[in-house]
């Protein structure tokens, strides 16, 4: 034998014997990578194939979850078709019904009825209830809006204020996919809503939202611009820079104080940043006042804030972009933040606010934050971005952590209220989904 071939077969088999062992390593490990670091961020890995990932254990608690989703969720969707009949026929005001659609009722039974496959059409149904509420019936004067109706049978609320809504009560996700399903109603209705909706108009001074203060506001905004472009909208110059006030790092030049109108970023950076960094102090004028002049944080408002830009790294990534890597970076940081600092064990639940005064370096304030019990009520706003970091990086860390909020969730949530039974269903089933990305099909 030619010693070359002698020599060029050896070294293949050393070769091969060492990535055996390192496929074994990543296997038996489950991190089968590191995180790249850039200058500002960490890069987000690509994934791995799926048979390299070593199998999850079950979802805690899956089948309480399923259970509550189906009992509680029939009381609320016939809890709401007697609201909506009452409405229709003048025996009420659209409050009752329109208040039981906050977190988006539509999408919440759409997701249920995707999950269940929905046989009978039950859920579809259940859906079209919160529709006729929240969406309502086309104007027909759009695009005008002189002498709209307001929230009265059957323009409903959204439709009926020609797209003016307050910045809290921007739900995009049901009218988008219903949109998608080619509903031109709603296509129309996600339209208003992404150009006239609190803060959205490109009159409003983009400073409005450079504070965390209305962290909710811009992430809802970033949403709903997004849903819309996926449907044919025109780009908004206006989500690139909410997009800055929730992603920007603190800028090397602060702005003069007070910022200019057009400022789009302040002194303290982006709305995590604020949070992370400990510099958001809760403003004289607002709503908690015992946090007034105080560092304030709700983990679950970082949760809706991850959700804005996460959806942004589906969308770049699904149409070939690089994705922003500050989205990766800042969403594991957060986590690894509200872990640490905002975790009750006990509960196994994020708690639901805290604040404390501020101190000479702005981080220091984290370790004076009081001991609070935790709020399970709204884990299933937080934990799904668990699962789109183990979608990204492998890190099993992430699913225990995961796992523990999921099953706190199931065991401790109040459901018989239809906004805590919105929020429950409102993201959570991303979090199944991303869960089983790295597993064998049909894993959950």
Known sequence: MNKYVGYARDVAVVAAAILGVIVVL??????????????????????????????????PNLAGFEQHMKDKGKVHCEAQRKAVADWAAGTTSIDPPLAATFY??????QNIAEYTGDSDGYWKGCADLAEQVYRGKRW??????????????????LFGNGGGIP?????????????????????????????????????????????????????YNVRTMLRAEMLGHAHRTRMDQMIEQILAPVPATPPPSPPPTTTVVTAKGGHFRQWLDGTYIAPPNFQVTGCINQFYIQPFMTGLS???????FEWQKANGTTPDPRIYSTVKEMQEWLRKYAWDPAKKAWWYENCAPPTTVPSDVFNTLPVKAGA????MLIL????????????????????EAFDGGVKGAYLDGAKQFNQNYYWSFDYLKWRASRQPAGSR
């Open 26 to 59: 990543n296997v038996l490990t489950g991190h089968p990578r590191v995180a790249v670091q850039t200058g500002c961020c960490e890069a987000s890995p690509t994934p791995s194939p799926s048979p390299t990932i070593a199998p999850l254990p079950p979802v």
């Open 104 to 109: 988006d009722q539509e999408n919440v039974f």
């Open 140 to 157: 027909p004067n759009y695009p005008s809006t002189s002498g709209l109706p307001g929230s009265k049978y059957p323009y409903g609320y």
């Open 167 to 219: 910045g809290y009560w921007i739900m995009p996700e049901g009218v988008y996919q219903d949109g998608k399903a080619g509903d031109v109603d709603s296509k129309d209705a996600l339209f208003q809503l992404s150009e006239r909706a609190a803060y959205a108009p490109d009159l409003t001074a983009i400073v409005n939202t450079a504070s965390a203060t209305l962290s909710r506001e811009t992430a």
């Open 306 to 312: 991850m959700r804005a830009v996460i959806a942004i």
């Open 376 to 379: 399970p009520d709204l884990n």
């Open 384 to 403: 799904p971005a668990l699962g789109w970091l183990y979608s990204q990086d492998g890190d099993r860390q992430w699913i225990e952590w995961g796992d």
